[in-house]
């Protein structure tokens, strides 16, 4: 079976979208699909990041300046780069020369039911990856992984009556390495000897060091900290040099092996995307700052659940108040503990095979 994947990547959208893609797109290889990607070369993109990987990806060109205004508008039009029927053109010409598509994916907050029909007549199926409800989709699978209070009605009418819809972290795309970490994972003593700093594969606004000067002002250099930041992040030299002048200190760049470092950690701090889910999973107490729109409600409800310590809008949250809110969890291993429970509580049902089912039908 052939399935092309429509996504992007970008300073301003960041990495999540492309990086759980590729996480569905390891699962369909694994059973036999035919995989390529459409991705445009918007300024940050990771393309090459898919390539490395193995995939086929029909790169969609980009021209500063050349977008057009259009009539329809979502509220993420822009992080698209062109107006959506370019989009729309380019995307089915690339998928007509690929001859018979399956399943068309689309994981872009810049595209709704407009582009979506455009699509019908050259694949036989669509699935869209969303979290928003912020637009109708034409769609026969809709996933939306995250978590809100009234999600079973989150998509009222705004997708067909037909459509399958499997809502909730049960249905995140986690990687293998996730998995297969948490059947042996160690228990939890709520003692901080490790922490992780992650914020995504871009970062623009630096929070990485943000972090890192808080755990300065800590003045704990028997802490060991690992900081990983991806190839697109445009602070990564001086964020590598900063690590290299701290005690216990190490700095990682594009790594394969995040499951590992979610395991030995004791404290990550980092931002509420889709690494939400593999923290959980691992039982990670995690001290989250909010850097995107679309990251604030499952993150205030995560956090209600007492899963996650939430401290808000990212551009609101000083240094201190990151050190603070470090020494609140190394003085008080009960509260980490309860934190650890209540986030794998959430992933005690996860599963996957739902989906991959649905899409081999």
């Not at 050259?122 to 009234?150: S, T, W």
């Not at 970062?203 to 060091?209: A, F, M, Q, R, V």
Request: hydrophobic share 40%.
């Amino acid at each position: 079976m052939k399935v092309a994947i429509r996504v992007d990547s970008s300073f301003k959208m960041g990495s999540g979208h492309l990086m759980r893609c590729l996480t569905l797109a390891e699962g369909l290889h694994e059973r036999g699909f035919d995989i390529s990607f459409l991705c445009r070369e918007l300024p940050g993109n990771m393309i090459e990041h898919v390539e490395i990987k193995g995939y086929t990806v029909h790169r969609l060109p980009y021209i500063e300046g050349k977008r057009k205004a259009v009539s329809i508008k979502v509220a993420h039009s822009d992080w698209l780069g062109v107006d959506w029927r370019t989009d729309a053109a380019e995307t089915k010409s690339v998928i007509e020369k690929d001859g018979c598509t399956d399943w068309l994916i689309v994981d872009h907050y810049a595209l709704d039911r407009h582009w979506e029909e455009q699509m019908r007549q050259f694949v036989k199926n669509i699935m869209v990856i969303d979290d928003l409800a912020d637009r109708p989709h034409d769609c026969d699978i809709l996933l939306d992984q995250n978590m809100y209070e009234g999600i079973n009605n989150r998509y009222n009418g705004l997708v067909p009556a037909s459509c399958k819809k499997l809502l909730g972290p049960t249905h995140a795309l986690l990687r293998k390495e996730f998995i297969e970490a948490r059947k042996n994972l160690r228990e939890r003593d709520g003692q901080v000897r490790n922490i992780l700093i992650f914020f995504g594969g871009v970062d623009p606004s630096n929070e990485t060091l943000k972090a890192l000067d808080a755990i300065q002002l800590l003045s704990r250099p028997e802490i060991t900290v690992d900081v990983v930041v991806g190839t697109a992040n445009p602070h990564k030299d001086k964020i590598k040099d900063v690590c290299s002048s701290m005690p216990n200190v190490y700095y990682h760049c594009q790594v394969d092996c995040m499951a590992r470092l979610m395991v030995n950690a004791d404290l990550a701090i980092g931002g509420g995307g889709t690494t939400t889910w593999e923290r959980c999973l691992l039982a990670l107490p995690t001290i989250i700052l909010v850097i995107a729109e679309n990251q604030m409600e499952t993150t205030t409800t995560v956090a209600k659940a007492g899963a996650v310590i939430n401290l808000g809008w990212s551009r609101l949250v000083s240094t201190e108040k990151i050190a603070a809110a470090i020494r609140k969890t190394i003085a008080n291993k009960h509260l980490m503990k309860e934190i650890s429970n209540k986030s794998i509580s959430l992933m005690i049902a996860q599963n996957n095979s739902v989906l991959f089912d649905d899409l081999i039908k």
